[in-house]
């Protein structure tokens, strides 16, 4: 079956832009994550829908950061007046059971280059 | 912040040679979780452990956990050039968001033909 699908897959933008990221979840999966991973590192938490409600956005690292999930499923990561230190490869997973830890599917990612 | 740290940084070892990778984690866990991450497939979850197991096999894949020392390794024998990727282990949170995963910083792993 699908799996998690990003898109765009690269994303160039110059510094000041507003970028939109997609996530497409696998059907059915109630949770999603949003992720960051800076070249060399491992992924870094930044936000948790459960459904549409969003249950944690403890990770985002600014108020330039909002992530939403009006309906349940895709969601959209938008990034305002990117800056240099933004630029990471932004990982979508999602998770088929609420609240309880088993496996995450990752999407392939975003990566987000800005100049 | 990373949960824990991946040791070693890089390893590099021939095909058909075993490769065994380390975690150390720094809260106390349900469970652990080990990821491969290349650019081909990204990241993708190969095995979970509990923290009332102590050892787990599949495949070519053997994960041991020990919660006393906060740690974990695995081992992957038999290495093929297929196997080459980054591999993270992740564990989850204990308040808060529980399902949301901490990463380690990863080892990179090189299988020579």
């Known amino acids: 079956g699908a799996g998690v699908s990003q898109s765009p897959r690269y994303k160039v933008a110059k510094r000041g832009q507003d970028v939109a990221l997609r996530c497409d979840p696998i059907?059915?999966?109630?949770?999603l994550f949003w992720y960051q991973q800076a070249l060399g590192q491992g992924p870094e938490f930044l936000t948790y829908?459960?459904?549409?409600?969003?249950?944690?956005k403890s990770g985002l690292p600014s108020d330039r950061f909002f992530a939403e999930r009006p309906e349940g499923s895709v969601s959209t990561l938008k990034i305002q007046r990117t800056q240099q230190e933004d630029s990471a490869v932004y990982l979508c997973?999602?998770?088929?059971?609420?609240?309880?830890?088993?496996?995450?599917?990752f999407g392939p990612g975003t990566r987000l280059t800005v100049t | 912040s990373q949960q824990g740290e991946e040791d070693p940084q890089a390893l590099s070892i021939q095909e058909g040679e075993n490769a065994t990778m380390n975690c150390s984690y720094k809260?106390?866990?349900?469970?652990l979780q080990w990821y491969r991450q290349n650019s081909g497939r990204g990241l993708v979850h190969l095995i979970l452990?509990?923290?009332?197991?102590r050892e787990k096999h599949s495949g070519r894949l053997r994960v041991t956990l020990d919660t006393s020392k906060k740690s974990s390794s695995l081992l992957i024998t038999a290495s093929r050039a297929a196997d080459t990727a980054s591999y993270f282990c992740?564990?989850?949170?204990?308040?808060?968001?529980?399902?949301?995963?901490?990463f380690g910083t990863g080892t990179r792993l090189q299988v020579t033909l």
């Open positions: 997973a999602s998770s088929l059971v609420r609240g309880l830890t088993y496996e995450q599917y």
């Open positions: 059907s059915g999966h109630v949770s």
């Open positions: 829908f459960q459904n549409e409600a969003q249950l944690d």
């Open positions: 809260t106390s866990i349900n469970n």
């Open positions: 452990i509990r923290s009332n197991e």
């Open positions: 992740a564990t989850p949170g204990n308040t808060g968001t529980a399902s949301k995963l901490t």
